[in-house]
């Protein structure tokens, strides 16, 4: 209804802005005033149509007429006013309920009185105005309805109008507009509580279906609903993203041809639901099969999942068991570790020893300080906690973290370059894993990178949306030979390193779904690719 409640006469509960919705309400207003323009026309045609058996204004013939062309003016009126919205709904309202008692009652008395039957009518619009007001109005409509026929019946007497009077009558139509009213109020009420309970359930309705396409927009698994006939009917963003697509195909063979054709073998035989797709892009797809009834048509659901998804489940299951065998291994070795460099240590204080067995326990003192750096290292896989991830603004981050390195290894700031896209690029990952990362990455491009020969670079860029962060060395590269070995735990070509580090940052990178990868770019230098989890596209891990 309309919101511009100022001229309201009398507090009724609709005009306050609440009941029926606004729509439902014009509309109602609408048959009524169709119902008086039917009336009035109806009461000026049968004036003119001359048949004496009509009782149409057969105590006062110019008091009839003048009413019955008034009322059918003043519902044009209305209804221009109703159709350009010129007043408010409840002015509106109260306007023809008024002008229905106020000019019915003329017609009534015009009539012959109250037993001409035309105060009948007067039930109509009390009932309407219950209907469209209700409230306090519906009651004030039934009294004004009540003393309106009484006042006639009042002044017919004191005129000697009739032949008799209707005392009576008018009683029992003053009575009869009061349950009218109080019946139409009840009926407002109700219909008012149905619309409401029929609104909130709506609203319901609607949360749950913003929720439900929130929910499969932002899945990690993929979603394509699809039609017997492989016309793709949707997709949620995580199938367009996994299939490398950034719009919405027409036809599964868009995708892949493979895929096309693996459907077409489920739907022959349904226990071939799982298929292992490799796209363009060599990344590989999990593909599930699953129908997916309606209550008309018969769709069928197709879920991608990333191997990235299965490679993150199993690193933390194989992670959690690494890390009891090797705390159990680490701290039995510790132990005889630690007796063997105590003794070595009170042997090389012993003033009587040669320098050859000097020699030898420093020996002794150099390889017990390289097991306890191995046992560490394996402590550390022993500690490993579970991911927790968030929103990471690697340009800002990664420069606090470069300030920080710089200082802790006491190395000259210029001995990074720092090099980042013009976007800004936000990654999903745990903040301490990355640092863990980074410093592996970072120590062994000081150790073996020449730093000396220039400045390793530290290179931020995008990749099929993706954020990457490279780490490029002036070292010489890993031969091809050694390159299937590198992540490999104790792999080393150092005789001081222990062959962790490298391992213990690809597993943490597939902890938090990243791929960590080396390659020589095209001047032979070593370079260490991280790709991460693009923060920006917002996903529901189950």
């Known amino acids: 209804m309309s919101k511009n409640t100022s001229d ?8 306050k802005g609440y009941g029926i919705p606004a729509q439902q309400a014009w509309l109602l207003l609408k048959v009524f005033l169709g119902y008086r323009l039917i009336l009035a026309g109806l009461f000026v045609a049968l004036y003119y149509s001359n048949t004496n058996s009509s009782l149409l204004g057969t105590y006062d013939s110019q008091l009839f007429i003048y ?15 109703i159709a350009w919205r010129l007043t408010s709904y409840t002015t509106q309202a109260q306007l023809l309920i008024f002008t229905d008692i106020l000019i019915l009652t003329l017609i009534m008395h015009a009539s012959g009185g109250i037993n001409s039957g035309m105060g009948t009518l007067l039930a109509v619009s009390i009932a309407a105005g219950g209907l469209l007001i209700g409230g306090r109005c519906a009651m004030f409509f039934a009294a004004l ?25 008018a009683g029992m139509l003053g009575a009869s507009f009061f349950t009218i009213a109080l019946l139409s109020y009840i009926l407002a009420k109700r219909s008012e509580q149905i619309f409401q309970l029929a609104d909130q359930q709506q609203q319901t309705i609607t949360k749950l279906e913003d929720l439900n396409k929130y929910i499969i927009q932002h899945l990690q698994s993929g979603i394509i609903i699809t039609s017997k006939q492989q016309a793709i009917q949707m997709t949620n963003e ?44 060599q990344s590989e797809i999990h593909c599930r099969f699953m129908p997916l009834p309606t209550g008309h048509e018969f769709f069928y659901m197709i879920i991608l999942e990333d191997i990235a998804l299965y490679n993150q489940q199993v690193q933390q299951s194989k992670l959690v068991s690494l890390g009891r065998l090797t705390a159990s291994i680490a701290h039995e070795i510790r132990n005889p570790l630690g007796a063997i460099s105590h003794a070595g240590q009170l042997l090389f204080e012993n003033p009587a020893l040669s320098v050859q067995d000097k020699r030898l326990t420093e020996i002794i003192q150099t390889h017990s300080v390289r097991v306890n750096h191995i046992i560490e290292d394996i402590l550390q896989l022993s500690r490993r906690t579970d991911s927790r991830r968030e929103k990471v603004y690697l340009q800002p981050w990664l420069d606090a973290y470069l300030r920080n390195f710089s200082l802790e290894r006491a190395v000259n700031t210029d001995a990074f370059t720092f090099s980042y896209s013009t976007e800004n690029l936000n990654a999903y990952i745990d903040p301490g894993h990355l640092r863990q990362i980074m410093d592996n990455l970072c120590r062994n491009a ?24 490279e780490v490029i060395d002036n070292g010489a590269g890993i031969s091809r030979e050694h390159q299937s070995q590198l992540f490999e735990p104790f792999f080393t070509t150092s005789s001081s390193g222990t062959g962790l580090g490298l391992y213990i940052s690809r597993e943490l990178a597939e902890l938090n779904q990243a791929k960590l990868s080396y390659y020589l770019t095209d001047d032979n230098r070593s370079c260490f690719r991280l790709c991460l989890v693009n923060a920006e596209q917002t996903i529901i891990e189950l």
């Open 8 to 15: 309201t006469i009398f507090p009724c509960p609709f005009s």
């Open 67 to 81: 009413s019955s062309q008034s009322y059918l003016i003043l519902s044009l009126l209305s209804g221009l006013c």
């Open 145 to 169: 309805a009540s003393l309106s026929v009484l006042a006639e019946q009042v002044f017919a007497d004191y005129t000697h109008s009739f032949d008799s009077n209707s005392y009576a009558n």
């Open 238 to 281: 995580a199938a367009l993203r996994l299939a490398n697509l950034s719009t919405l195909p027409t036809k599964l063979g868009d995708i892949s041809a493979y895929l096309a054709e693996a459907f077409q073998l489920w739907l022959a035989d349904p226990e071939q639901n799982l298929l292992l797709l490799q796209l363009a892009n």
């Open 446 to 469: 000081l150790k073996y990178g020449k730093p000396e020969t220039g400045g390793i670079m530290i290179r931020v860029f995008a990749q099929q949306q993706a954020p990457c962060i």
